[in-house]
C-alpha cells in the first residue's frame, strides 16, 4: 500500500489542520519535538504506520495509533448519570 493512501476518515489535529494520507501523518510526526518524538505512544504510531505502508494493514490501525498518540494526556472520566439501565425495560417471553 502506498504511503498516499487516504484515511477514511482524516484525522483533526489541534491548530485545526486535518491529516488525510499516511504521507501526511509520517510528516507530522517527524516535524515533532524529538521529546515528544520519542515518547512511548508516537513510537507506537510510527510502527502501526510503517506496517499499513509497508505491509498492507488497514489504514484505521495507523488512525488508531495517531489518534491515541495525539490524545495521551486527555483523561477519559466516566459519568455514571449518562448510563442508562437497562434493568426492567424488556420482559423475556417466558416471563409473560
Not at 485545526?16 to 510526526?29: K, N, Q
Not at 515518547?39 to 506496517?51: H, S
Amino acid at each position: 500500500m502506498p504511503w498516499s493512501t487516504s484515511f477514511e476518515d482524516p484525522i483533526p489535529l489541534p491548530n485545526g489542520r486535518r491529516l488525510l494520507t499516511l504521507r501526511d501523518a509520517a510528516s507530522h510526526i517527524m516535524k515533532l519535538p524529538q521529546a515528544e518524538h520519542s515518547a512511548p505512544e508516537w513510537q507506537a504510531a510510527m510502527e502501526a504506520l510503517i506496517l499499513v505502508a509497508e505491509k498492507g494493514g488497514p489504514t484505521m490501525l495507523a488512525r488508531i495509533g495517531v489518534m491515541r498518540a495525539l490524545n495521551r494526556h486527555v483523561e477519559r472520566v466516566f459519568n455514571p448519570d449518562l448510563k442508562k439501565h437497562h434493568w426492567g425495560k424488556r420482559k423475556l417471553k417466558r416471563d409473560q
